[in-house]
């Protein structure tokens, strides 16, 4: 069964750090280009970082650049996004996506996704 499950979502303070894991069952997730999404409330999902399963060149949309970091353990088949100087306006439900073929920031050109997690960030 494929499967991605999100884990890591909590309340962080701005300005602090906090990170985010994203494992696969039943698929190998090098061979996918794997994506973070996020959701706020009465928005659109939109893009956040991808990184491709061909060589693992990674992309951040603007509003996250230089503050998130995404990874990936192919041992553990599992990927990572790494968040810091976090902001109010980061809050929202965080997806991870997995593409066959390559790093996209349209949400259907994902063919799994996993449940979501939950970041706040709030003094």
């Known amino acids: 069964q494929v499967q991605l499950v999100e884990s890591g979502g909590g309340l962080v303070q701005p300005g602090g750090s906090h990170g985010l894991s994203c494992a696969a069952s039943g698929f190998t997730l090098d061979s996918y280009a794997i994506g973070w999404f996020r959701q706020a409330p009465g928005k659109e999902r939109e893009g956040v970082s991808c990184i491709s399963s061909s060589d693992g060149t990674t992309y951040y949309a603007a509003s996250v650049k230089g503050r998130f970091t995404i990874s990936r353990d192919n041992a553990k088949n599992t990927v990572y996004l790494q968040m810091n100087s976090l902001k109010p306006e980061d809050t929202a439900v965080y997806y991870c996506?997995?593409?066959?073929?390559?790093?996209?920031?349209?949400?259907?050109?994902?063919?799994?996704w996993g449940q979501g997690t939950q970041v706040t960030v709030s003094s």
């Open positions: 996506a997995a593409a066959s073929n390559y790093c996209s920031g349209r949400p259907d050109e994902y063919r799994y």
